[in-house]
Nanobody, 124 residues
Framework: QVRLVESGGGLVQAGGSLRLSCAASGRTFSSYSVGWFRQAPGKEREFVAAISQSGTYSVYPDSVRGRFTISRENAKNTVYLQMNSLKPEDTAVYYC?????????????????WGQGTQVTVSS
């Protein structure tokens, strides 16, 4: 089982940028599709982005498309989430998740491994 650790969260003003990292242990990381999710207090978990094993394909919901970019460096066992033009409504704990299934998308139940999360706070 791969172990995932997120980093890069913090406090930023609206309109600013942050880059989150998801570092994975294990030599099979390139076999994992990876997704990013977020959860704000009192709200349900929300899909943010996902990327295929090779990094060729990615998918985003309308709420972040054009502002967020997911990428990966398999040689470094790391997936990134570049977040630009941040809004106060982007405030949440952000989680990365991985799956060995041939799936990358918004269904969190399809992911097998989850990180502990990193807090992102966007001030207005």
């Amino acid at each position: 089982q791969v172990r995932l650790v997120e980093s890069g969260g913090g406090l930023v003003q609206a309109g600013g940028s942050l880059r989150l990292s998801c570092a994975a242990s294990g030599r099979t990381f390139s076999s994992y599709s990876v997704g990013w999710f977020r959860q704000a207090p009192g709200k349900e978990r929300e899909f943010v982005a996902a990327i295929s094993q090779s990094g060729t394909y990615s998918v985003y919901p309308d709420s972040v498309r054009g502002r967020f970019t997911i990428s990966r460096e398999n040689a470094k066992n790391t997936v990134y989430l570049q977040m630009n033009s941040l809004k106060p409504e982007d405030t949440a704990v952000y989680y990365c998740a991985g799956t060995l299934k041939s799936y990358f998308g918004r269904n969190g139940d399809q992911y097998d491994a989850w990180g502990q999360g990193t807090q992102v706070t966007v001030s207005s």
